[in-house]
Each structure stands twice: as C-alpha cells, then as structure tokens.
C-alpha cells in the first residue's frame, strides 16, 4: 500500500499556471475515476477541492482543474493566488478497497 | 451545516488503549461512509478506516488491521475508533471524515471522496 506519488514541491509567481501530478498504478488512479484532491494550510484540517478526477464541489473557484491520463491525475492552478500558498494532496481509490493519499505537495507562491 | 468533532485524543503510553469519537451534526448521519484519516506531525495525510452508512461494512489500511477498530452509532450519530496496542508510530492528529455516499469498498457504488473534516484529534504515544 505505497503512498500515490506527487512532487514534494511545486513554486509559482502571482498570476501563473502550475499543475501537480499525482502518479499511481493500474490498481487505483488508472482504473477507478474516484480521485480527488484535498487543500490543506498549517494547522488547518484539509478541505476538498477536486473530486471524482475533474468536479468541483460548491465554492471552489474554478481557477483549479483536475484530468486524468493513464495512472496519473492532475491538478492545474490558474492564475495563481497568494492564498493559495498551502499543501495539496491527491486520494485515490484501490483495487484493495482502501484509499491512498498522495505523500504531499507544498505550493510555494513566490 | 455539516459538523464533525472529534474528542478522545490524549498521551497515551507504548501498549495502551484510545478510543476516539467523532460526533456528527447537520446531516444525516447514516446515510453517509465515514472514514478516520491520520497525519503524524510533519508529515502526510494517511487514510486509516472506513465504514458504511450502515455500519454493516468495515474496511482499514493494512497498517492497523487487528489493532485499530472504527465503529459507529447511528442513534447516537456518532462514530468511533478504537486504538489498541499503541506504537509511537501511531501518534498523529487523528481527523473523522464524512465521505460523499452510504457505500464503500464495493468499487462499483461508491464516492471515496471527503467532503467534510473534523478539526482532528491529537493522539501522542510516549513513554
């Protein structure tokens, strides 16, 4: 039950594009469209932003995306906010009926 | 609006026994999946249990199966975990998590997505 892989860190200006990667296996990214992708700030519980690969839930702005290609999902960030300086985290469901979590990725506005 | 506590945390010594609970408010607390998620300090989110609405389906990470046992009280509208023979590994802030439908683990039904958090439990294992 290896963790989904994500960059550890990503860095981006105000105003700029980045996306983040979220690399799985044919056992739960690349099989199942159950992926989502949590925010979360320091000292803050994580808040949901993208689910089931592309949606976005209610007040979510849509300067954040979510797509899928093979075993690994993605997630872009449109013009880049100082407030969006925070952890994000891809889940995915498995073939073992569990869910993983990406290790991580810290979003660095510059 | 949907809110989660959850309560239980503490110091506990290598050995011992918690149980956390996480009481639910503002929905309907049977109709929905309800999963405990840890993050030791400093690092990532780790998905811990689940269990059907119904309570009737159970499912954990590999890590704490036979140690770690998530429960819940639909009357009471409230869910459990209980922790048995704790390492020092298992000191995180623990978070109950309301997933998006009454299913989980069959793969076909199912939402695998958290929609609501709680504010997490800290649970530290130390002598």
């Known amino acids: 039950q290896s963790a989904l892989t994500q960059p550890a860190s990503v860095s981006g200006s105000p105003g700029q594009s980045l996306t983040i990667s979220c690399t799985g296996t044919s056992n739960d990214v690349g099989t199942y469209n159950y992926v989502s992708w949590y925010q979360q700030h320091p000292g803050k519980a994580p808040k949901l932003i993208i689910y089931s690969v592309s949606y976005r839930p209610s007040g979510i702005s849509n300067r954040f995306s979510g797509s899928k290609s093979g075993n690994t999902a993605s997630l872009t960030i449109s013009g880049l906010q100082a407030e969006d300086e925070a952890d994000y985290y891809c889940?995915?469901?498995?073939?073992?009926?569990?869910?993983?979590f990406g290790g991580g990725t810290k979003l660095t506005v510059l | 609006e949907v809110q989660l506590l959850e309560s239980g945390g503490g110091l506990v010594q290598p050995g011992g026994s918690l149980r956390l609970s996480c009481a639910a408010s503002g929905f309907t607390f049977s109709s929905y999946a309800m999963s405990w998620v840890r993050q030791a300090p400093g690092r990532g989110l780790q998905w811990v249990s689940a269990?059907?609405?119904?309570?009737?389906?159970?499912?954990?990470a590999d890590s704490v199966k036979g140690q770690f046992t998530i429960s819940r009280d639909n009357s009471k509208n409230t869910l459990y975990l209980q922790m048995n023979s704790l390492r020092a590994e298992d000191t995180a802030v623990y978070y109950c998590?309301?997933?998006?439908?009454?299913?989980f683990g069959s793969g076909r039904y199912g939402a695998y997505y958290f929609d609501s958090w709680g504010q997490g439990t800290l649970v530290t294992v130390s002598s």
């Open positions: 889940s995915s469901y498995t073939s073992s009926s569990i869910v993983l």
């Open positions: 269990i059907s609405g119904s309570g009737g389906n159970t499912y954990s």
């Open positions: 998590a309301k997933d998006n439908s009454p299913y």
